[in-house]
């Protein structure tokens, strides 16, 4: 007999996949995905006239009653401060959800289930 033999476990997407996702790829796929799922979706597309800071997807769900706001980023991009001070006044929000997605997020599946079902 053999020496015995391992499975070999691949991940499902590398780093250099994350680093290479753009933002605007990342939330083209993150809208589909959404618009599938039954969310209605917001994006300001021209945000020089608007308040500084305000996250890039308003999405909503009726059925699931939920409101969600989501702040998209490559994957090593870093939030500006009018950014967090955003995050933070929606964290502090118990009607709303507020996400930080990176690429590893959604090449994780992780932005997928998020809205597939409401949180427990």
Same mark, same amino acid.
């Given at each position: 007999? +053999? ?25 083209? =796929? ?7 799922? +039954? ?12 308040? &500084? ?8 769900? &009726? ?12 994957? =090593? ?25 990176? &690429? ?17």
């Amino acid at each position: 007999m +053999g020496a015995p033999t391992r499975a070999l476990t691949l991940p499902r997407y590398t780093d250099a996949m994350a680093r290479g996702m753009s933002e605007a790829t990342l939330q083209t =796929n993150i809208v589909a995905a959404a618009k599938d799922l +039954g969310w209605h979706t917001y994006h300001t597309h021209d945000s020089r006239r608007s308040d &500084p800071g305000f996250p890039d997807l308003c999405l909503v769900h &009726p059925k699931q009653d939920r409101c969600l706001f989501a702040e998209l980023k490559r994957q =090593n991009g870093r939030s500006r401060a009018d950014q967090i001070i955003w995050a933070d006044k929606l964290k502090a929000l118990s009607y709303v959800e507020y996400h930080l997605w990176r &690429p590893s997020d959604w090449l994780a599946g992780d932005v997928t289930r998020i809205l597939a079902a409401r949180p427990t």
